[in-house]
């Protein structure tokens, strides 16, 4: 049930439609979601953040949402399992993750900050 709510949850249109199906294209929702999802640190406008990651995973994919006005950073492929963004704005935004493994994707995990700069 938990599986099918991550699916769901990604098919909604929190992004702007080319960036929905880049991020969405690789659903089919086969992978365990990340874990402990924790900002590790921020400075003026950037933001870094951990999680937990599992043995069958390829790979990972990041992005943000500011809230202010909705717009979604492309997502960011990475092999680790931490990144910092750079760059931000300030104001409220909410940081994702999803775990990647044999051409199928996890659910999001995610959190929300407020950047200062």
Not at 89 to 105: P, Q, W
Request: aromatic fraction near 12%; proline fraction near 3%.
């Amino acid at each position: 049930m938990l599986k099918l709510f991550f699916c769901w949850l990604l098919l909604q249109p929190l992004f702007p439609t080319s960036e929905r199906e880049m991020v969405a294209s690789d659903t089919e929702c086969n992978c365990a979601s990340a874990t402990n999802l924790q900002k590790t640190g921020e400075a003026s406008g950037s933001f870094s953040m951990a999680w937990t990651g599992h043995s069958s995973s390829d790979f990972y994919r990041v992005w943000y949402v500011r809230q202010s006005d909705g717009y979604t950073s492309a997502p960011i492929t990475l092999s680790t399992t931490a990144h910092t963004f750079t760059g931000l704005s300030a104001g409220a935004h909410n940081f994702y993750v999803k775990v990647i493994c044999g051409g199928e994707s996890s659910g999001f995990i995610g959190l929300e900050d407020l950047i200062e700069n």
